[in-house]
């Protein structure tokens, strides 16, 4: 099998930036990454490797940055037709927006149109792997999985399920989304490089007949993931709060239906109570960060620090097409001015962790995706750090690697991503 070892700049995590600050990142101005079989056998610097492993093609990419592609953590590929609706809040912008668009999905062409052209946008703005809720259609979950696995990536998805406040012809009721979804189950889960994810959409859009459907689908199926949406705005929990009397919190509606666990991924986590918190940290559960979809939706702001400080497992993720931009680039520019509404600086090692390594954990998926490492896929970006005027005049006087990166972060877009590697594969550039 061909070696191929790619050299340019590198920046690899050896621990994680909230505890070790970003001295548990080590950038090489000259390194490299060497590829076999789509996956990374070594990593090091470009003198040493090319010395170890003389018979290897080179590929040469300059003061590119080579780096692990983006892992976006949650998102909607179905409403990617209808990004940067303007002017509704969450409840009205599901009803005008994004209920008539899912309604186009049980239509199989439409849902394969858009399942492609999702994926060949996310290879542009260098995400690599992408966690989605689908429709409540089964055909979606197939579109999606037959896209991902066309091109090679690794995809995390499932069947949405709504049985109530939805409109007519987006309804399943409880027994025949644990059918569905179990069969979908067997159909894609560790097939290839997909993963199904059991996905009630929301507890307001759930009976619970329905969430204890899917938790007992989960408990027959505890190697799948299980993603949701959790206190996104307040006047959705206020909502929840209605539906389901008996519950003590939002999270609790979850947790009533065998619907929290170490497993699960919960989007948006912004409004939560202390109960809560300490639910999700003692399971291990996996919180979502949505920072452009809470901005552009006017959710509210998500506290990082805290999260951090109680030891939460923590994602990032674009929530396109309630977030405005398919940049994880945008997105952590956002986590960064929420960040900083909140007095919290995010660093930019630690902006980069979450949109690889972070979202990979919280997949269950580290060591597989969101790192350059041996073993590793090689799922992998080169970054332009001077990819427009803007940026190229700030980066170049830029003191260390950090500020280099940090205009890209900010003002980058796909502009920035001069490569784009799946499984060794080059599929952009
Ligand atoms: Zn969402």
Request: glycine fraction near 10%.
């Amino acid at each position: 099998m061909t070696k191929i070892l790619h050299l340019g700049q590198t920046l690899s995590f050896t621990g994680d930036p909230f505890v070790e600050g970003p001295a548990a990142a080590t950038h090489s101005s000259r390194g490299g990454v060497l590829i076999e079989g789509g996956r990374v056998i070594a990593t090091g610097e470009a003198d040493a490797l090319r010395a170890n492993h003389p018979g290897a093609e080179v590929t040469d990419h300059g003061d590119g940055l080579i780096l692990p592609g983006f892992v976006d953590a949650h998102m909607h590929y179905p409403q990617t037709a209808m990004i940067a609706s303007w002017g509704k809040r969450l409840i009205d912008w599901l009803n005008s927006y994004t209920f008539p668009e899912e309604m186009k999905f049980a239509d199989r062409a439409y849902a394969n149109e858009i399942a492609g052209r999702t994926l060949d946008l996310a290879i542009a703005y260098g995400t690599t792997t992408l966690t989605s809720f689908c429709t409540i259609h089964p055909g979606s979950v197939d579109a999606f999985f037959e896209a991902t696995q066309a091109r090679g990536m690794a995809g995390f998805a499932g069947k949405t399920c709504m049985d109530r406040n939805a409109p007519d012809g987006l309804r399943d009721d409880a027994r025949s989304a644990h059918d569905d979804s179990e069969a979908l189950i067997e159909r894609w889960h560790k097939k290839g490089r997909a993963t199904y994810v059991i996905t009630p959409r929301f507890s307001p859009t759930s009976s619970p007949e329905q969430l204890s459907a899917l938790g007992a689908l989960w408990a027959a199926h505890p190697d799948c993931l299980m993603q949701t949406h959790l206190s996104e705005q307040v006047d959705e929990i206020d909502w929840v709060k209605g539906l389901y009397p008996q519950a003590c919190d939002y999270l609790d509606t979850y947790e009533q239906h065998g619907l929290l666990g170490a497993r699960g991924l919960y989007g948006h986590a912004i409004h939560l109570e202390p109960r809560e918190t300490d639910r999700l940290r003692e399971t291990g559960a996996g919180l979502v960060h949505c920072p452009t979809s809470n901005t552009f939706i006017g959710s509210g702001l998500f506290d990082m620090a805290a999260r951090v400080a109680e030891g939460q497992r923590i994602g990032l993720a674009s929530d396109t097409g309630g977030g405005s931009s398919f940049s994880m680039l945008r997105v952590m520019g956002a986590a960064y001015e929420i960040g900083q509404l909140k007095r919290n600086p995010i660093h930019p090692a630690q902006l980069l962790w979450l949109a690889t390594e972070g979202s990979a954990t919280v997949l269950h998926s580290e060591g597989e995706i969101g790192r350059l490492a041996p073993g590793a896929m090689a799922d992998m970006i080169v970054l332009d750090l001077a990819s427009t005027p803007g940026i190229a005049q700030r980066s170049a006087v830029a003191s260390d690697i950090w500020e280099a990166l940090f205009p890209t972060i900010m003002m980058g877009d796909d502009r920035a991503i001069a490569k784009t590697y799946i499984a060794g594969r080059q599929m952009k550039g």
